[in-house]
């Protein structure tokens, strides 16, 4: 087989081409939907627009990895210098023939495509919204959300953009693919809080515990998605078997090999093939964090429903932790299906957004002393001192 240029840039354009066709989609039906709504309202819909769309994308990315397509087509931005698999059929039957079951095959060509397609076109959405939320600022003085937030999202979609780049031409490097997971999961961050934003920030008072306890799920959540990221691009899912035990042992030994972050796909720092050990070690920190994270969005969840205005945020976080572990039980116990593996994905990534929503919609309640205390200053103030 010939060798492939991991960088070719002659399809970019009709690429982008692609992308700003599947956006125009999107944004005919906003525009056609929203005609008569006022400037900041479009603007909201526009974004929770991208959101949704953001969504589906972080659930095509997770089938496109876990489906083994990631280096479907093993250069960058096109397949084999073309801007579809159409145009690369002879390259892509040479490496089938080569090797039937390997990372390059018809289907997984069109699979890796798609996901550019399709990340090209959130792409040019979130230019849309910055292009337009500046113009709004010019017209008004004032707007929900500062033009800066979607400007600083293009940013951020851009450099998500350029790790997608680097997880086909670093050929699955681990570290690269779960930075690409969680920057793709933070562009969803950010979109929902610009959304709420949008909503006219209608906060609700919470405990400041109970506001403690939101920062430290969150927290704790993206620490087990960047282990669960990790878990998936090493290819350590079915490291562990069987449940609650592991390889039938509660405590299996340990390799901490498996946690070094620069390295190679399944190898060592020093180029050694990483042992199975260290697949089951990265499995059984995953499945023992899992414990942590569920009991606190439980405990989180539970006491929410108690705040005003936030019952139906806390019952769908409390959904969304039980879907979490009937996903995580479902991979271990049913070989990693590939329905329970995306919606895995997808469920993290719902836990995120909610999260979010709940912290940006939220604000420590200020108790009955300290109103108190405060309108006591306020008087003695105001009474000014005794002539």
């Not at 934003?197 to 920062?215: E, I, K, M, N």
């Not at 989180?300 to 879907?323: D, E, I, N, P, T």
């Amino acid at each position: 087989m010939s060798t492939v240029d991991l960088y070719n840039l002659n399809p970019i354009l009709q690429v982008m081409g692609a992308g700003l066709a599947l956006a125009l989609l999107p944004l005919s039906w906003w525009v056609w939907r929203h005609r008569h709504a006022p400037a900041g309202r479009r603007l909201q819909a526009l974004t929770i627009l991208t959101l949704f769309l953001t969504f589906d994308l972080i659930l095509f990315g997770a089938f496109t990895r876990l489906t083994d397509s990631g280096l479907g087509c093993p250069d960058w931005p096109g397949c084999y210098g073309s801007a579809t698999p159409l145009g690369a059929q002879q390259h892509i039957e040479a490496a089938q023939s080569a090797m039937p079951s390997g990372p390059v095959t018809h289907g997984k060509a069109w699979v890796e495509m798609v996901h550019r397609y399709l990340a090209t076109g959130v792409g040019v959405l979130i230019l849309s919204l910055s292009v337009m939320s500046w113009r709004q600022r010019r017209r008004e003085s004032t707007q929900a959300v500062n033009p800066w937030w979607p400007t600083f999202t293009l940013l951020w979609v851009c450099l998500q953009g350029a790790f997608g780049a680097l997880t086909v031409t670093m050929k699955l490097f681990p570290a690269i693919v779960t930075l690409h997971l969680l920057f793709g999961i933070g562009l969803l961050a950010l979109l929902a809080a610009q959304a709420v934003r949008y909503d006219g920030w209608h906060s609700r008072a919470v405990s400041p515990a109970l506001r403690r306890g939101l920062w430290l799920a969150y927290g704790l959540l993206w620490l087990q998605i960047a282990l669960g990221g990790w878990v998936s691009t090493n290819y350590a899912v079915l490291a562990c078997t069987g449940f609650p035990s592991c390889n039938g042992t509660w405590l299996p030994a340990l390799n901490w090999q498996g946690f070094a972050l620069w390295r190679d796909l399944g190898h060592t720092v020093d180029g050694q093939v990483l042992p199975f050990a260290a697949l089951t070690t990265i499995h059984f920190v995953h499945r023992s964090a899992a414990w942590l994270v569920l009991a606190v969005l439980v405990a989180v969840g539970w006491r929410l429903r108690r705040a005003q205005g936030m019952k139906g945020l806390a019952q769908g976080l409390l959904a969304l932790a039980a879907l979490q572990l009937a996903t995580g039980l479902s991979n271990v116990v049913l070989d990693w299906p590939l329905v329970a593996a995306v919606l895995h994905t997808g469920g993290a990534s719902a836990l995120v957004l909610s999260l979010t929503w709940a912290l940006c919609i939220s604000r420590p309640a200020i108790s009955v002393d300290s109103r108190r205390h405060g309108a006591g200053e306020r008087s003695s103030l105001d009474s000014g001192p005794a002539a």
